[in-house]
């Protein structure tokens, strides 16, 4: 498989450089399952480090050196992975099969840095709070890029009538050709020989008509997928900008300017900037 390219080169790395080389650091871990290009399991291991850090937090322990050095990279190496992108019926049933993980994952990750209790677990200092908070911003813009793909649509898709209708259409041009087929055949006489000849041609038939049944339904599971996934992420994306402005108003309080800079990080032009305040400062 072919290494995952975390989507922001741009986005400032963790301290603690080291803590990749160890093989049984969960950042190491996390970083070689995107090296291997295993996208799955990625957002799986990540959801379980995410557990870990809330295990331990509701423990009130003190977190160890190892929990500080590896929490900041779980929390980039999240924010900075690609979604999955649903351009295939292999893609939506892995989807499909892991829950939608990379979607809520990201989510989760982005609440979680709201909670000063886990904004903890980074240095202290100023370049933490810049870092968390572009963290949470590449969260955001991962987000806005997956309804900027080909398959979204803030509306349901549908399987329509027309081509459930050339589906069928298919299946029964197959059909009468073959019939015309093995009619031919018959005409030439009979016996075992003709026998072999109608049973390959009506075997033929009957692999085109599941192929053909098979397209349908890759069709009908990537409609599907992505028609459920498109509504899940207006949904996501709903609750995370009042998170997003929530983590930005308590790392930077009083500072306009500062959050300003971190919502068109996030990918709000300038125009969309003031209704983003505006929607996610407004009481339910």
Same mark, same amino acid.
């Given at each position: 498989m072919a290494k995952i390219q975390l989507f922001d080169s741009s986005l400032v790395k963790p301290d603690y450089p080291d803590v990749?080389?160890?093989?049984?650091?969960?950042?190491?871990?996390?970083?070689?399952?995107?090296?291997?290009?295993?996208?799955?399991? @990625?957002?799986?291991?990540?959801? =379980?480090?995410?557990?870990?850090?809330?295990?331990l937090?509701?423990?009130?322990?003190?977190? #160890? $050196?190892?929990?500080?050095?590896?929490?900041?990279?779980?929390?980039y190496f999240i924010a900075n992975t690609p979604l999955v992108v649903i351009d295939s019926a292999e893609q939506?049933?892995?989807?499909?099969?892991?829950?939608?993980?990379?979607l809520y994952l990201k989510e989760e990750a982005l609440e979680m840095l709201t909670i000063s209790t886990y904004r903890d677990l980074f240095p202290d200092g100023k370049a933490s709070r810049e870092l968390m908070a572009s963290y949470g911003a590449a969260i955001m813009r991962s987000f806005l890029n997956g309804t900027k793909s080909k398959s979204y649509s803030d509306k349901p898709i @549908?399987?329509?009538?027309?081509? =459930?209708?050339a589906m069928l259409k298919r299946d029964?041009?197959?059909?009468?050709?073959?019939? #015309? $087929?093995?009619?031919?055949i018959q005409k030439k006489g009979t016996g075992a020989e003709t026998d072999k000849k109608i049973n390959d041609v009506s075997g033929d038939m009957n692999k085109r008509i599941n192929d053909n049944g098979q397209q349908f339904q890759d069709h009908t599971v990537m409609v599907n997928t992505q028609t459920s996934r498109n509504l899940l992420l207006k949904n996501i994306i709903e609750r995370s900008e009042k998170n997003f402005m929530i983590l930005l108003t308590d790392l930077f309080p009083?500072?306009?300017?500062?959050?300003?800079?971190?919502?068109?990080?996030?990918?709000?032009?300038?125009?969309?900037?003031?209704?983003f305040i505006e929607r996610t400062l407004e009481k339910d």
């Amino acid at each position: 498989m072919a290494k995952i390219q975390l989507f922001d080169s741009s986005l400032v790395k963790p301290d603690y450089p080291d803590v990749l080389k160890n093989i049984q650091a969960p950042a190491s871990t996390l970083k070689k399952l995107l090296d291997d290009g295993q996208s799955g399991k @990625f957002f799986k291991e990540a959801a =379980v480090e995410l557990e870990r850090i809330r295990e331990l937090a509701a423990e009130n322990e003190f977190p #160890s $050196e190892e929990t500080r050095k590896n929490t900041p990279w779980i929390f980039y190496f999240i924010a900075n992975t690609p979604l999955v992108v649903i351009d295939s019926a292999e893609q939506a049933r892995c989807a499909i099969n892991n829950h939608d993980v990379d979607l809520y994952l990201k989510e989760e990750a982005l609440e979680m840095l709201t909670i000063s209790t886990y904004r903890d677990l980074f240095p202290d200092g100023k370049a933490s709070r810049e870092l968390m908070a572009s963290y949470g911003a590449a969260i955001m813009r991962s987000f806005l890029n997956g309804t900027k793909s080909k398959s979204y649509s803030d509306k349901p898709i @549908f399987v329509s009538d027309e081509e =459930v209708k050339a589906m069928l259409k298919r299946d029964i041009k197959i059909m009468e050709n073959t019939f #015309s $087929e093995i009619a031919q055949i018959q005409k030439k006489g009979t016996g075992a020989e003709t026998d072999k000849k109608i049973n390959d041609v009506s075997g033929d038939m009957n692999k085109r008509i599941n192929d053909n049944g098979q397209q349908f339904q890759d069709h009908t599971v990537m409609v599907n997928t992505q028609t459920s996934r498109n509504l899940l992420l207006k949904n996501i994306i709903e609750r995370s900008e009042k998170n997003f402005m929530i983590l930005l108003t308590d790392l930077f309080p009083g500072k306009k300017t500062e959050i300003r800079k971190y919502i068109k990080m996030a990918g709000y032009s300038d125009q969309e900037i003031r209704k983003f305040i505006e929607r996610t400062l407004e009481k339910d």
